[in-house]
């Protein structure tokens, strides 16, 4: 449900669909995006007099689920800057929405806070404060995480409401500030694989799910599902997964085991719904039938599980593995979008793009002066111009007192130029651990 309105007459969670000048003209880097704060209100204000809202995809009291009809021009795509032509269709981004308004009966507010001015210091505090307040409890999920492996390969069970109290501690921080948890992620790795990525996929897939608008209760189950979904991998040969080269036909049947491992032991724990078996049970589950353990194929794939199955192949394309380095977010989001109609479906991937973006908090980048920065906060305005802190100078040597730079503000360069991102890099280059800087 589209409509043209002036932009004095906007309001907080309205989605913009279009605008009455080219994107490129404007600050706005997202070709469609949702209205959360006064400082996007006010720069839409500044550069447009009308604007296009999508009332399906907008949240709050702005919200309205009016039926979906071939006369609304619903283009999913648009919203993460994806061209028309490499939609499959616009009928597949209408199954789409339908799909989510079938899952949870109507779209719901993602409640996020309103922000304060982007160029006031408020935020970095607000970041640090939280960062301070969740430190302590990212600690204890991955404390309860041993200890449930533990149990479990001792032939017990766990306690699953301890993990769900730890997930609804993490949701609410999410609520709070999305950013800290981000950084948390990066900052208290273990540099061990499995409970690095069962907590990365936990926060990623909780990010996700607000993002295309499931309510609180939904969230904290992706979150729950995402930290065990591959607790059975407990049960297979340790050395198997510590392969370095090709598995054998045996070795990756043997590995794919590990799904129903995972639904068997949560199964023996009474306080496990049945909605997180079913997102665990398809994780890995594709679009166009490759996946296992059922070939699901299609809209046979529930939603939640195909969310937690994209999420699950983004986190390990960006974590060290004994076969695969770690590669930047920027180049596992490129190989995503290759995967687009494949093995995830279109429109679905557009949302993951759109929601995770290609700097997110903890990625390190090369700037032009040839320094080398991590990203720290996020801009809503621009996507692409976030607060970084620079760690390295232009010959790689240790900034001994790192400085940030929000390079939305356009600071220049001692050439004059603006500052600006010229490549992510992958984790852990040139030795960095962001830890060793910022809150270590």
């Given at each position: 449900?589209?409509q ?41 204000q ?12 907008s ?13 609304d ?20 981004a ?12 109507k ?13 006031s ?52 921080g ?33 990010i ?65 719904d ?31 599980g195909?969310?937690?199955g ?50 997110p908090?903890?990625?390190l980048v090369?700037?032009n ?38 390079l ?5 360069t001692?050439?004059?130029l ?12 040139y ?10």
């Amino acid at each position: 449900m589209r409509q043209t309105i002036a932009t004095r007459d906007l309001r907080i969670g309205m989605f913009i669909a279009d605008i009455d000048r080219p994107w490129e003209e404007t600050p706005f880097l997202m070709q469609g995006f949702l209205l959360r704060n006064t400082d996007q209100l006010r720069a839409l204000q500044n550069y447009c007099r009308t604007v296009v809202i999508d009332r399906l995809r907008s949240t709050g009291d702005q919200f309205s689920d009016k039926a979906i009809g071939e006369e609304d021009d619903l283009l999913l795509g648009r919203e993460g800057g994806i061209p028309e032509d490499l939609l499959a269709s616009r009928q597949e981004a209408r199954r789409f929405l339908c799909l989510l308004r079938d899952f949870k009966g109507k779209i719901h507010s993602q409640r996020l806070p309103e922000l304060p001015p982007i160029d006031s210091g408020t935020r970095r505090s607000e970041l640090e404060a939280e960062l301070r307040y969740m430190a302590p409890i990212v600690d204890d999920v991955f404390r309860v995480l041993r200890e449930v492996r533990l149990a479990i390969d001792g032939g017990g069970r766990f306690d699953a409401e301890v993990v769900q109290s730890l997930v609804n501690e993490m949701a609410g921080g999410l609520e709070r500030n999305p950013d800290a948890l981000l950084w948390l992620t990066r900052l208290k790795r273990t540099d061990q694989y499995s409970y690095d990525h069962a907590v990365n996929v936990s926060v990623y897939l909780m990010i996700f799910g607000r993002f295309v608008g499931f309510d609180s209760k939904e969230v904290r189950r992706l979150g729950f599902a995402g930290l065990l979904q591959d607790l059975g991998k407990i049960q297979i040969d340790y050395a198997l997964l510590r392969k370095a080269g090709p598995l054998t036909t045996k070795e990756f049947e043997h590995v794919k085991a590990h799904v129903t491992n995972t639904l068997k032991i949560l199964r023996e724990s009474a306080e496990v719904d049945r909605e997180v078996l079913a997102i665990v049970g398809v994780h890995h589950e594709r679009y166009d039938g490759s996946g296992y353990p059922r070939g699901l194929w299609g809209m046979n794939i529930p939603l939640p599980g195909e969310m937690s199955g994209i999420v699950d192949t983004y986190c390990a394309m960006t974590q060290q593995r004994v076969y695969s380095d770690a590669v930047s977010s920027q180049h596992a989001m490129e190989t995503l979008n290759r995967l687009r109609g494949k093995q995830f479906r279109d429109v679905l991937v557009d949302q993951f793009i759109q929601c995770i973006g290609l700097y997110p908090i903890g990625t390190l980048v090369e700037l032009n002066t040839g320094e080398v920065a991590v990203v720290i906060q996020q801009n809503q305005v621009r996507r692409l111009r976030p607060t970084v802190l620079v760690l390295l100078g232009p010959d790689k040597t240790v900034e001994r007192f790192p400085r940030t730079l929000n390079l939305l503000m356009q600071p220049a360069t001692p050439e004059g130029l603006p500052y600006r991102i010229t490549q992510a890099l992958p984790p852990d280059s040139y030795g960095i651990d962001p830890a060793d800087f910022y809150l270590a």
